[in-house]
């Protein structure tokens, strides 16, 4: 059967999530709804507990919604698949294979198990060299993770995840644990990998700025329950460079969205509070 054209990559309808024993009265996910272009780059951002993990685990597969529904390429969601990949916080690289191995692993695997003839492994050798290469690290193909930087191991990883070409990259505060700078350099290699690939990324941060300098669109979540508050269109062009963070736009754009967070996860009422002991 050839896959009917989908308008949209990924489809969420209505979707909520409770999980089981939640006694806080409030669910996970609640009337969630959002639609995802093909190749398009969307950020979820807000505060802790809203939600964001669990979408995203949701739409890789690894978690079952409990109402509405989610699609990929019109079908429905009901576990992991290769359309799509997930790259965590914490890089979980293999420690004992080298750099391209671990970039081959989940192929070697399928070599292993007897599912690819001699061209798929050569193909796959092809691939695992062009992504080193898009990673920057095609100089230290035998390097061990251990030997690596944070950066250069979630670079590592990234590379892993777009091993079997996935439609949807899906990303979990994926530099979370870098420095200010590494992270810099990651923005950019993921915007220049995102261009090169042609992936449809969904990244969630908690960092405003990361959210708008990455992202076509911002998604903000607010929690009890986790919910789409807005979305917004990001008014910048599609190549990004890091001076753009100083723009009246930009600026605009990161102070509106925090403000919305800390009315969002009641840090306003706190500090009003506050202020009237
Ligand atoms: N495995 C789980 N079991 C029970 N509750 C969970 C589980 N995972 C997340 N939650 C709850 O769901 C809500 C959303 O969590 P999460 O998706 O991790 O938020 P975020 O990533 O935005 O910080 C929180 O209230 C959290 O406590
Ligand atoms: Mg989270």
């Not at 979820?44 to 979408?55: D, F, I, P, R």
Request: hydrophobic residues 40%.
């Amino acid at each position: 059967m050839t896959p009917t054209s989908a308008p949209s990559k990924v489809i969420v309808s209505n979707l909520g999530k409770v999980f089981e024993g939640n006694t806080s009265g409030y669910a996970a996910l609640e009337g969630v709804n959002l639609t995802v272009e093909d190749n398009e780059f969307v950020t979820l951002v807000g505060a802790s507990g809203c939600g964001k993990s669990t979408l995203l685990r949701i739409l890789a597969g690894l978690e079952y919604h409990t109402s509405g529904s989610v699609s990929c390429d019109g079908r429905a969601i009901s576990g992991p698949g290769a359309d799509r990949a997930m790259v965590f916080q914490h890089y979980s690289l293999y420690p004992w294979l080298s750099v391209i191995d671990n970039i081959k692993f989940s192929r070697k695997l399928k070599a292993n198990r007897g599912e690819m003839v001699s061209s798929d492994v050569e193909a796959a050798s092809g691939r695992a060299d062009a992504l080193l290469k898009l990673i920057g690290l095609d100089k230290v193909p035998g390097a061990y993770p251990r030997q690596l930087s944070g950066g250069m191991q979630q670079r590592v990883a990234i590379a892993r995840a777009l091993m079997g070409r996935p439609k949807v990259l899906l990303m979990d505060e994926p530099f979370g644990a870098l420095d200010a700078q590494s992270r810099e350099v990651m923005h950019d290699l993921i915007l220049h990998i995102h261009r090169a690939e042609k992936t449809t990324i969904v990244f969630v941060t908690h960092d405003v700025e990361e959210a708008i300098y990455l992202g076509q669109r911002v998604v903000l979540m607010q929690p009890r329950p986790g919910r789409i508050h807005s979305i917004y269109q990001v008014p910048l062009p599609a190549e990004r460079n890091q001076e753009m963070k100083h723009l009246p736009v930009f600026r605009e754009l990161r102070a509106e969205i925090l403000a919305r967070i800390r009315e969002s996860a009641g840090m306003e009422t706190d500090v009003e509070q506050l202020g009237k002991l």
